[in-house]
């Protein structure tokens, strides 16, 4: 575990850095392969909406653990870059969830609270990290509230003021991040900042964003996509095909990555 151990904590150390952290969501292996191959790349995200949708389940915990976890296991041993993974709210026991993303080699995990009662999301986070101790592994938990995304017709101090809340409960409980889906804007974010602390909010990417270099700027630790990114290359492949139909041809400009 040794070399795990270390991998996570280089994981860490980069959510803590003045730039902030960008993790490209990947689904399958020559997604991750092809994102791995840029030098730009520090580390990958899972995206379980999109490993989802490849088998033909709907987001959430639809898809099968075990089919979930044999992809990641894939995607890990595919790539040298440390490797993080969506595990929705755990699968019904976020302890030995973490415990087998652990044993697939998984540094670091999405677990999000769904809006459920303040001293259950804690517990689950404490059980995220126990199993990172009980494995040798300094588990990098990315600690996900929905107050936005569920927070419906609330108003905006009220989400902010929950998100806080739990975020710094999440924090308190060995959670590395806090992650607050939701198109958020520059005062917004500044205020999740203020209440969680520099580089301890992580955000998503979502059309109409701010640009990771504005997040940066506000204090953000982290940003990734979800599953915006296999949208935009299944976007691209029916454009193709529309383009196909059409007597369109392959472009030359394509490159040979798998």
């Known amino acids: 575990m040794s070399a795990l151990s270390e991998k996570a904590e280089a994981f860490a150390r980069l959510h803590t850095a003045p730039e902030i952290l960008r993790v490209v969501n990947v689904w399958d292996v020559v997604s991750a392969r092809a994102i791995a191959a840029l030098p730009e790349t520090t580390a990958l995200a899972t995206a379980g909406h999109s490993i989802a949708a490849t088998f033909g389940y709907e987001d959430g915990e639809n898809i099968p653990v075990e089919l979930m976890l044999d992809m990641v296991g894939r995607i890990v041993a595919a790539v040298d870059v440390p490797v993080t993974a969506d595990l929705d709210s755990g699968f019904g026991n976020p302890g030995e969830t973490t415990r087998r993303a652990i044993g697939v080699g998984v540094v670091g995990a999405n677990v999000e609270d769904k809006v459920q009662p303040l ?14 101790q ?7 938990l990315n600690a996900r509230t929905d107050v936005f995304l569920k927070g419906g017709d ?7 003021a929950d998100a806080v809340e739990r975020g710094r409960a999440f924090l308190d409980a060995g959670a590395t991040s806090v992650f607050v889906p939701g198109k958020l804007d520059a005062d917004t974010t500044r205020r999740l900042v203020a ?11 979502v059309p109409g964003a701010l640009t990771a270099a504005e997040y940066e700027a506000l204090g953000v630790a982290r940003i990734s996509y979800g599953p915006q990114t296999q949208r935009v290359a ?5 454009d193709l095909a529309i383009d196909l139909y059409g007597d369109g041809v392959i472009p030359a400009t394509v490159r040979e990555l798998n």
């Open 234 to 238: 299944l976007t691209a492949l029916q």
């Open 134 to 140: 009980a494995e040798g592994v300094p588990f990098v």
């Open 154 to 160: 609330r108003p905006l101090d009220d989400k902010v």
């Open 119 to 132: 001293a259950d999301a804690v517990a689950a986070v404490e059980a995220v990290i126990a199993a990172g």
């Open 195 to 205: 209440g969680l602390g520099e580089r301890r909010l992580s955000v998503i990417g």
